[in-house]
């Protein structure tokens, strides 16, 4: 696909990796289109929003490189197929992952589909680090084979987490062109092109639209703050009071004054908004080694069959910067999955993502509806014997 001139449309974000994308794009013989997304109104709320000038950087590296831009607007799909249920989560106690569904429902459905029929587009691209069994340029592609999600080869910037809900056949005609790159090696590139303004640029953190605001007073915009207590798991006493529990995660920690101890969220509960508690970052209260999801979304063909003969022995994550994690997958007759992790794993969050991995290849994912019972709950005291350390680290260090 990559010997004669094709049209690219791609995804332009106006960060170092889109631009970085693009470059080798044109590189490559490509004509290359970039095209910013935008999901979010800022004038429709009070806050700084990033969005504008994203899209005024994505729009210099276009001209610097000497390729045509323009403007798609989602503006409504993402409030109707992403926010929504985002707001829904949060009043139910989850914690959403928004930039799985922005991935699922509007990059890799609707803006791709704008790409390849409304741009005429051969081929949608995107910055991220991840892989398919297609290539990084399509030069492996065919019309006949199934298209895996692969790993990329930087494994600590890995966003396959986020593309996990992709449906199968979206991630055809699909270049990642950062696919054999390290992040390192991005930069060094965007700095040498002359495009260094970008590569200087802060590293984007949690959901785009958001921008430099405080989240809590964003999403108190949108949802009616209840007030509650925080209740002791080991006494049952009140030793606080909150705002609301959308503003708390499991394993956070929480800001107490004039006490003791450092307290971190175990558990939610929305009919009585009490939050429970526990004393210490490495509480036997915020571990366990099972979890339960809802219906699974594979990627991969061959996941029905792996899981047909008992239980399917993998890797997974759920969160996008924790190494991967052995775990063995069940499937109930509902078609839900329960899965039993080797080592006992802080802070597992229902409304999170569990992806899951096998030799490289990302199979696809499942939200965690619910945790089993804590090490505290089998009477069990946290141990470097019953967890990983190097996932126990991470997850602490996030909460601290």
Known sequence: ????????????????????????????????HGVFMKNWDGLEESGFCSGAKDAEDAEWVCKKLQIPFSHVNFVKDYWNSVFTDLLKDYSEGFTPNPDILCNRFVKFDLFRKHALENLGAQ?????????????????????????????????VKDQTIFLSQVHRDHLRKVMFPLTHLWKSEVKRIAEES?????????ESMGMCFIGK?????????YLNPKCGQFVDITTFQPVGEHSGIHHYTIGQKCKLTGLPNRYFVVSKDVESQQILVAPGTNHPSLYSDLFFTSEPHWISPDCEELLKDG??????????????????????????????????????????????????????????????????????????????????????????
């Open 1 to 32: 696909m990559s010997g004669v001139l094709r049209r690219v449309v791609l995804g332009m974000s106006g960060g170092v990796d889109s631009a970085v994308s693009a470059l080798l794009l044109k590189q490559k013989g490509f004509e290359v």
């Open 123 to 155: 081929a949608f691209a995107t910055g991220h680090y991840a892989n398919t069994s297609h290539g990084n340029f399509l030069q492996n592609y065919s019309q006949n084979d199934d298209v895996r999600l692969l790993l990329p080869r930087d494994l």
């Open 194 to 202: 002359g495009l260094a303004r970008i590569a200087k640029k802060d």
């Open 213 to 221: 605001r405080n989240f809590q007073n964003f999403i108190d915009e």
């Open 311 to 400: 239980p399917l022995k993998c890797k997974f994550r759920y969160q996008n910067r924790h190494n991967l994690m052995e775990c063995s997958v069940m499937r109930t007759l509902n078609n839900t999955l329960v899965v039993r992790t080797r080592t006992f794993l802080r802070a597992l969050t229902p409304g999170q993502f569990a992806a899951f991995y096998k030799d490289g290849e990302c199979l696809g994912s499942a939200r965690i509806r619910s945790v089993g019972p804590s090490l505290y709950l089998q009477g069990m005291e946290f141990s470097e014997e019953v967890a990983s350390t190097d996932t126990v680290m991470q997850s602490v260090r996030a909460f601290q």
